[in-house]
């Protein structure tokens, strides 16, 4: 008999690792809580016809598509297979998929909800999502997204807040970061400059994979994109060879909008994504002065739907990528028929943000165990007396077992050291009758005797 399995890319979390993930998810909900932000929840399909298209090509590959039930070759059209034209045949036998992100159903959602909402409307999301992608360290089939996004508002203040929600997350979190920043439009500029404003997405997906593709592999994605070479020349002369290279790490921010300036002069779009990015720089030095930000010019964050700030978090001492992105989309829901309705958001990624803290083992100890107290089983004598006592703990918010079976100490107490319970409550006959129980430490080791009241008092502590 075959052995069962689950699919690449996707895993099963054992209760100690939900206790670790529900803390993960607990911090970020409740620092958007504090910013104002309200909970909504989509559906885990979506019609294929909201998702194909608001991601780009690559993207378009990576939808997992759900087969229409039935004999759905029956009613497909023979000329779509020849015609080699896969999102065409996909939309013929598959009418639905998976979620690829939160982002594009969210404006769905806005779009179908626009008479019950009030904007500016700021929600947030905490749901998997699906990609078929290639299954490597830090990327899954299956993960959480943790989003907050603010539409209704064209305010640089909406950036500014999500800059300072991700401080707070990864303050509490206790992961050093640094946020890395560009603007769509300084990249709209760039592609205009160097004579080919049409090519911006082709630029902008080419630069959002420079670290993993070098410079061979940009010249590469860019030619094959059908880019002329002296456009493509004069991009990698800036991009790697120019003493001021976009690539380097050696500028300040200051001195990175100082190149652009200069650079960018002829391109209008190009200057407004350099003044926003300079209002933003500006008010964070003083709101936010210890938060490392980082002007970055090779980030594009390859989504077709951002048009402004893009913002890309990492962490200092695990290399994993991402760890958190978002930034401005203009537009997005004009593609559902709401024009003009702009937008911008944060995801944080949760499953990635667990093996950064995993490695780095940050997470603080109470969150290794769910149960602070196991109540030992002596037998039928003592039973009634030790529910009831266990029902008064519970009943204070304090996580409590007993244990069902009336088997020897020492099983008992192996139980709770594999489960990693930090007390055990010793109420044989005498100690019921002195209403002092022995509750033991079980990491000191130090046993106590104690009323039910101070027991209570003490793990509350």
Known sequence: MQKPSIPKGTRDFSPSEMVKRDYIFNVIKGVFINYGYSPIETP???????LLGKYGEEGDRLLFKI?????FLSKTDPAKIQEKDTNAFAMEISEKGLRYDLTVPFARYVVQ??????????????????????????????FYQCDADVVGSNSLLNEIE?????????SLLKIKVTVKINNRKILA???????TPESVADIATAMDKIEKIGKDGFVEELTSREIPKESIDELCSYIFSSKQSLVTTDYTNEDKIKFLKSWLLDSETGKKGIEELIIILSILSTTNPSLNIELDLRLARGLNYYTGAIIEVRSDDVPIGS????????????IFGLKDVSGVGISFGADRIYDVMEQMKVFPSEVTASVRILIVNFGEKEQNQCLEMLKKIRKAGIPGEYYPDAVKLKKQMTYANLKKIPYVLLAGEEEIKSQQYTLKNMITGIQEKLTVAEIIEKLRQ
Do not use: H
């Not at 008479?115 to 749901?127: A, E, L, S, V």
């Not at 999500?162 to 990864?170: D, P, T």
């Open 113 to 142: 909800n626009r008479n019950d909402i009030t904007f500016p409307f700021k929600r947030y999301q905490i749901q998997p999502v699906w990609r078929a992608d290639r299954p490597q360290r830090g990327r899954y089939r299956e």
């Open 44 to 50: 885990a399909m979506e019609n294929l016809s909201t």
């Open 189 to 195: 500029g760039i592609a205009e400059v160097i004579g």
């Open 162 to 170: 999500l800059l300072q929600i991700i401080e707070e997350v990864f």
């Open 323 to 334: 760890i958190c992105g978002g930034g401005r989309y203009d537009d997005l829901t004009g």
């Open 67 to 71: 087969l229409n039930s039935g004999d």
